[in-house]
């Protein structure tokens, strides 16, 4: 049974970092393309960033760039998420998703079977 589980979320100042892992477990096959996205109070769950296991491309959408950084360690089976410099509108809940079946992972529109529970990230001002 494919698992996919998140940690590293928690409560910082603006200007802070925190570093968000999701270890996948119980599948057969390479990890492919993962993905981390989050969900804001009141709005829709969004792409944040992806990257190929494989081929090493990465996504990121335009608010993140240049302040977080993805990375996969395919020993681990684990795929990072590197927040820096983080804002208020930050704040959200992060989730990490798994097996792209659909999409395009570097163009940041793979669809995924395999979701986490998510965790959450506060920044406040």
């Known amino acids: 049974q494919v698992q996919v589980m998140e940690s590293g979320g928690g409560s910082v100042q603006a200007g802070g970092a925190l570093r968000l892992s999701c270890r996948v477990s119980?599948?057969?096959?390479?990890?492919?393309?993962m993905g981390w996205f989050r969900q804001g109070p009141g709005k829709e769950r969004d792409v944040v960033s992806t990257i190929h296991a494989d081929f090493g491309d990465t996504y990121y959408a335009d608010s993140v760039k240049g302040r977080f950084a993805i990375s996969v360690d395919t020993a681990k089976n684990t795929v990072y998420l590197q927040l820096n410099d983080l804002k208020p509108e930050d704040t959200a809940i992060y989730y990490c998703?798994?097996?792209?079946?659909?999409?395009?992972?570097?163009?940041?529109?793979?669809?995924?079977?395999?979701w986490g529970q998510g965790t959450q990230v506060t920044v406040s001002s």
């Open positions: 119980g599948f057969p096959h390479s990890l492919n393309c």
């Open positions: 998703a798994h097996d792209q079946i659909a999409g395009s992972c570097k163009l940041g529109t793979a669809e995924f079977t395999y």
